[in-house]
């Protein structure tokens, strides 16, 4: 489908529009994309060919990897990651979403924007207010090397007070990916203060950290704006 103009005058009118009725800038984004007949920005977003670049990005993916998708609300982080769960699933491995943020019902939205049903892969989604680095380990059991995790999202994952602080968790994790061969997907939100910045794209340090996370424990990452991705190696 066509767009009547580019994404990034789309996003700069939905900029706009959110200042002008005070409204979030992701339900703008929304309004905006269902004017171009889409369900949502980010159905519009992964319909954008430049972002559509989850095969390059889990070529680049190692057993034991973990890979930050960060960008600003709207801009298809989560279809990003779901993507990569999907080519995991069509290499033969296993593939789980454990998500703190989306619902059954949004996953279903994200399959159908990218024209993927649930039953087509071996595909698991899990959305228990129990996340957490212990809980996600637990589930991913004895999976075998080559299996792909998506957390969706990052800074939720220590919203539980019970939870141990995120650092805490994300070595946790990170251990455990180099023990058993496994590749984690982190979902991550950009800090608001992006939103004003002069560049194409955000980096590790617009990340939005509520809490201390050493980000050096991140192998790679990948940072969506605007229809585009740019992956990095961050280690």
């Known amino acids: ?104 019902v949004g996953m279903l939205r994200h399959f159908r924007a990218l024209n993927r049903t649930p039953d087509e892969v071996r595909f698991v989604f899990d959305d228990s207010d129990r996340i957490s680095a212990d809980y996600v380990i637990t589930r991913l059991g004895a999976a075998p090397a080559g299996t792909l995790a998506v957390i969706d999202y990052l800074q939720l994952l220590d919203q539980r007070r019970e939870n141990p602080p995120l650092d805490q968790q994300i070595r946790v994790l990170r251990a455990h990916a180099r023990r058993h061969g496994h590749i984690f997907v982190f979902v991550a939100q950009i800090d608001r203060r992006f939103e004003g910045a002069n560049r194409a794209f955000p980096t590790l340090s617009d990340l939005r950290l509520p809490n201390a996370l050493d980000l050096g424990l991140f192998d790679k990452a990948c940072f969506i704006n605007a229809g585009a991705v740019r992956y990095a190696e961050t280690a």
């Open 1 to 104: 489908m066509k767009l009547s103009r580019p994404v990034y005058r789309l996003k700069h009118s939905a900029r706009k529009l959110a200042r002008a009725e005070d409204i979030p800038l992701n339900r703008a984004l929304d309004r905006l994309a269902i004017q171009e007949g889409f369900e949502s920005w980010s159905a519009l977003a992964a319909s954008v060919p430049s972002a559509r670049s989850a095969n390059g990005i889990y070529e680049k993916l190692a057993p034991g990897d973990l890979l930050l998708s960060a960008a600003r609300p709207g801009q298809g982080k989560t279809l990003l990651a779901l993507e990569l769960a999907l080519n995991a699933a069509r290499a033969g491995h296993r593939a789980f979403f454990f998500s703190l943020e989306e619902t059954a």
